[in-house]
């Protein structure tokens, strides 16, 4: 059995954001980044998936050189093996190209299952797994709450609007996109951490996988036009304060306007 994890590192969620100079993107320089929330809940999945039997887990991220910290993190945590996908290339991908990415590792991985998040913390775009399933020919399913093995593959209920829940069954190998909260994420010990050093972590290109003039700003369908904050509209008051003025205040501000 063979799991991969995709693996997403995005900024900390406590970084303070500002927009880059061409209007576009954050500026990256001097924030901490940490893997995406989703990610952790699917990597904790598959690490118990390998706790009770035999499994080998497969963390995969694409990005600069600061997402080996994420890959460390992971095989600290109890991955097996690590690649890094690392390309200049690939800067500016939009969705279906990162989609096209993991897919092309997923084809040299063969892996049985395949275990993402929902959506990136910072994109959120939900767009990856579903491509990425598509574009492997295997059978996904989304917003996944809980994943049990059944037959030959997995029954997985999946969370609906209103606290409904729809139950799926996917034949192996197949792809798994997890809800946050499905699990309670383990931390990485510091056994854990000093093995982590030896484990292994190949790195490759676009090129590597194929992808040489497929993937980045050049093959993107997608652009992004600008990231804005949204202007405060005329009349808007923000309050300030602990939350106990802001309470205050706001209930203050009801009875005035005779709502409450
Ligand atoms: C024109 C353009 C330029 C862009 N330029 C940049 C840029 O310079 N820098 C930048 O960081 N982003 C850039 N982006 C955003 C980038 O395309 C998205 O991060 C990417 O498409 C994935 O979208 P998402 O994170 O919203 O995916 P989602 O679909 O929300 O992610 C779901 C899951 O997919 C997996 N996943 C997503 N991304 C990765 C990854 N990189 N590695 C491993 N697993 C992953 C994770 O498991 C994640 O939980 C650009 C986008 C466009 C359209």
């Not at 994890?5 to 320089?29: F, M, N, S, Y």
């Not at 190998?173 to 190949?202: E, F, T």
């Amino acid at each position: 059995m063979k799991i991969l994890v995709c693996l997403k590192q995005v900024p900390h969620q406590d970084a303070r954001l500002d927009i880059d100079g061409a209007g576009t993107w954050i500026k990256e320089d001097g924030i901490k980044f940490e893997i995406n929330s989703y990610d952790t809940f699917a990597l904790e999945e598959a690490l118990r998936i390998k706790d009770a039997g035999e499994a080998e887990v497969v963390v995969v991220s694409i990005g600069p050189d600061r997402v080996t910290q994420a890959l460390r993190t992971a095989l600290g945590m109890g991955a097996d093996r690590a690649i890094h996908v690392k390309d200049a290339e690939i800067d500016g991908s939009d969705t279906l190209g990162i989609a096209k990415v993991l897919a092309a590792v997923a084809k040299e991985e063969s892996p049985d299952l395949v275990l993402m998040g929902l959506m990136s913390d910072d994109g959120n775009a939900s767009a990856v797994p579903p491509m990425m399933a598509e574009l492997m020919g295997v059978p996904s399913a989304t917003a996944v709450m809980k994943a049990t093995p059944e037959g030959d593959g997995y029954r997985c209920e999946r969370e609906l609007e209103g606290g409904a829940l729809e139950v799926v069954d996917l034949a192996k190998p197949c792809l798994i996109a997890v809800q946050s909260g499905l699990n309670q994420v383990r931390y990485a010990s510091l056994k854990g951490i000093m093995a982590a050093k030896k484990k292994p972590m190949d790195t490759k290109s676009a090129g590597d996988l194929g992808l040489s003039g497929v993937v980045g700003a050049a093959g993107a369908k997608a652009q992004i036009e600008k990231i804005y904050a949204p202007v405060r509209g005329e009349g808007a008051e923000i309050i300030e304060g602990s939350t106990d003025e802001v309470v205050t205040q706001l209930v203050g501000k009801i009875k005035e306007l005779g709502l409450l």
